[in-house]
């Protein structure tokens, strides 16, 4: 699973087809956890973790409001079977997200290792495993139809490009674009 980006960064995950669930936009969103694995994997090796965790779970609980409820409109317009568990464990993974996200603001906060252990964890089991049963219950070029204004646009990043947005939110973490 181990790689570089092209600047010779090293990853944790690299994007593989394998990991698609047949819908570009979700793939998409799908991309920005990888983005996020890899970001904190960076933080330790570069010794970066306090600067980063905080960043990172920002953006994990922004992701997790967006997406979930992204992939349960689609999941619900093509009247996807497990849609009620897939519901709950979304329902799981918010509690968990946010749960790790007040951890992280204690002084006592969990360590960049246990993080990443979590979105790894996540990764693995939800992406790979939990969404891939509806794969083939939509269409590539779908959208949700009723996608939040304030949702964040569902974009792929290489992870060079990652690095340098957490960089820069570093340097004025009042920025949120």
């Known amino acids: 699973m181990t790689g570089q980006t092209d600047t010779g960064c090293p990853t944790l995950i690299q994007w593989q087809p394998y990991y698609s669930v047949g819908n ?4 998409n969103q799908h991309r920005q956890i990888i983005s996020l694995v890899n970001r904190t994997y960076q933080s330790i090796l570069l010794g970066e973790e306090k600067e980063t965790l905080r960043t990172v779970m920002r953006r994990l609980v922004d992701y997790v409001d967006h997406h979930f409820h992204d992939e349960e409109i689609l999941m619900q317009k093509h009247d996807f079977p497990g849609l009620e568990s897939h519901r709950a464990e979304h329902s799981r993974l918010t509690k968990d997200t946010h749960d790790l996200q007040r951890a ?3 002084d006592d ?3 960049a290792q246990e993080v990443l252990s979590f979105l790894k964890q996540w990764f ?3 992406v790979i495993g939990d969404d891939k049963q509806y794969a083939s219950y939509l269409s590539e070029d ?3 139809v009723e996608v939040s204004a304030s949702a964040p646009k569902a974009e792929a990043f290489s992870t060079a490009e ?3 947005r957490f960089r820069k939110e570093q340097e004025d973490p009042t920025d949120d674009e």
């Open 24 to 27: 570009r936009y979700l793939d």
């Open 104 to 106: 992280c603001l204690q």
């Open 109 to 111: 906060s969990p360590s």
């Open 124 to 126: 693995l089991t939800h």
């Open 142 to 144: 779908e959208v949700p």
């Open 162 to 164: 990652v690095l340098e």
